[in-house]
């Protein structure tokens, strides 16, 4: 058995948000535990650049993203930058359309995307998790949106995307009381998948990440497409119709049928 390559660093233009890559997994962590990873004007600059490199870059099959340390996943935007950043109306506009960069980033990466979460999930942090595929939660996680606590109006994706998730009521709860939650109140609601000890939240999540690296890419993006359209009023069918027959139309498809007939595992090539 080959033992796993070095990780391969990518840069990103700030100290704050790191990138490594390591056997088709990259890794993407916010760096920035002085403030409990609070996602700064710099780490969402630079977030768009770097999903929009790792959707291109093909040696790269799954993201993972993370906080640096054992005390928070992220804990919302920068509060500090508020004054400038978020007062005048001027100010709000920008910070808006940096917002809206990002999430069309987010919405735009179609490989599978899974959150780690360690410590503190909260308010911008919180949103960001949502727009994981899979959320793999340590058992001292905590979650919540103080929005309420600080007179901020909260986004409508973001609420959007929490609503569709845990439902109408448990959003309610989360965004009215701005009340923190523990991980197994998490788990409870459906906002994380599993909740595992923290001494293995790292060993569990790339474990999973390698797995699901492993298969078919074409197949995996398919899918990802097809639970997304799902949930929209007016799907692209022709799209995801596209994506299931090239599938059928794939190597990968031959692969896995030599695979199961030869009983071994396959190697897929995303082609």
Not at 48 to 63: I, M, S, W
Not at 180 to 191: C, I
Request: hydrophobic fraction near 45%; proline fraction near 6%.
């Amino acid at each position: 058995m080959t033992s796993p390559s070095s990780p391969l660093r990518h840069e990103t233009g700030t100290g704050k948000l790191l990138v490594e890559v390591a056997d088709t997994v990259a890794v993407v962590t916010f760096n920035n535990p002085a403030k409990r990873n609070a996602l700064s004007s710099d780490i969402r600059a630079a977030l768009p650049g770097v999903l929009t490199a790792l959707q291109a870059d093909g040696g790269v099959r799954v993201v993972i993203i993370t906080g640096a340390g054992d005390k928070a996943f992220a804990s919302g935007a920068d509060i500090s930058e508020f004054g400038d950043r978020r007062t005048s109306p001027e100010a709000r506009a920008e910070y808006d359309r940096v917002a809206a960069a990002l999430d069309q980033a987010w919405e735009s990466l179609a490989k599978p995307l899974i959150a780690m979460i360690r410590g503190f999930c909260i308010g911008g942090g919180l949103f960001t998790a949502l727009h994981a595929d899979i959320r793999i939660a340590s058992d001292d996680s905590q979650f919540g949106v103080p929005a309420a606590r600080l007179g901020l109006g909260p986004g409508l994706p973001g609420v959007n995307a929490l609503t569709s998730l845990v439902g109408p009521a448990a959003a309610a709860e989360i965004l009215f009381s701005a009340g923190r939650y523990p991980a197994a109140d998490a788990l409870r609601m459906g906002l994380v998948n599993r909740v595992v000890p923290a001494g293995s939240l790292r060993e569990e999540t790339m474990s999973l990440a390698r797995a699901i690296a492993a298969n078919a890419p074409l197949t995996v993006a398919a899918a990802k497409a097809a639970i997304r359209a799902a949930g929209q009023p007016r799907p692209d069918l022709a799209k995801i119709e596209a994506m299931i027959e090239a599938c059928f139309r794939s190597e990968d498809y031959r692969e896995g049928q030599r695979a199961f007939a030869e009983k071994r595992p396959p190697a897929f090539s995303g082609r």
